[in-house]
């Protein structure tokens, strides 16, 4: 099957400092990468969707100055939160699909625990 | 605003027995469904998809589709302890490149 890698899996740093998070696809090209977010007991929630070589789209209440993602190549996305504050804390986790149609499966990364001191 | 809608739970099945998860979203327009499950402190991993209306067996699991009730339902046959887990309904609804709207997932328990 498809396998996505995330790095790095834990991250803790202070307040006001900025995080980078990668997000590979091993074994297939993603032509779409999502980037998603969860709080404790709560769901997975969108937080953009980023294509190969454009400008990644950003749902609603989302900072893009704040959540700056970059989709250099087929195969990685990064996501690096900016001026991190502790309300930033929170398991984030990418997926990949290497389709755009309705039944293309995403695949899903092994997430990134963040905690913001 | 799209919306999945799950009951939280936990839901408790013995060891053996058919679990049944259910799930109801709000877009009409969905265009296919997913059961990914989800343990603790981990990122989800996909069970099973389904598009069409009816049933899709894979293994254990059966997906069920009812596109006119807006209701997706997962079967898990012989419920195993390691089935244990949150299970999350995630619903596409793009028309194109688009993200999944999750439900916040039912947390399943099977009691040996």
């Known amino acids: 099957g498809a396998v996505v890698s995330q790095h790095p899996s834990r991250v803790i740093c202070k307040s006001g400092t900025s995080v980078k998070i990668e997000c590979r696809s091993l074994?297939?090209?993603?032509?779409?990468m999502f980037w998603y977010r969860q709080f404790p007991k709560q769901s997975l929630m969108l937080m953009a969707t980023?294509?190969?070589?454009?400008?990644?789209?950003?749902e609603q209440g989302v900072e893009k100055d704040k959540f700056l993602i970059n989709h250099a190549s087929l195969t990685l996305s990064t996501l690096t939160v900016t001026s991190a504050h502790p309300e930033d804390s929170s398991f984030y986790i990418c997926?990949?699909?290497?389709?755009?149609?309705?039944?293309?499966?995403?695949?899903f990364g092994p997430g990134t625990r963040l905690t913001v001191l | 605003q799209k919306e999945v809608e799950q009951n939280s739970g936990p839901l408790s099945v013995p060891e053996g027995a058919i679990a049944s998860l259910n799930c109801t979203y709000s877009?009409?327009?969905?265009?296919?469904f997913f059961w990914y499950r989800q343990y603790s402190g981990k990122s989800p991993e996909l069970i099973m998809f389904?598009?069409?209306?009816g049933d899709k067996e894979d293994g254990r699991f059966t997906a069920q589709l009812n596109k006119a009730s807006q209701y997706v339902s997962l079967l898990i046959r012989d419920s195993q302890p390691s089935d244990s887990a949150t299970y999350l309904c995630?619903?596409?609804?793009?028309?194109?490149?688009?993200?999944?709207?999750f439900g916040k997932g039912t947390h399943l328990i099977i009691q040996p």
């Open positions: 997926s990949a699909s290497s389709g755009t149609g309705a039944t293309d499966t995403q695949y």
């Open positions: 074994d297939f090209q993603a032509t779409t």
């Open positions: 980023s294509n190969e070589g454009s400008k990644a789209t950003y």
């Open positions: 877009d009409r327009g969905s265009q296919s």
């Open positions: 389904i598009y069409s209306n």
């Open positions: 995630a619903v596409y609804s793009g028309g194109g490149a688009d993200g999944l709207t």
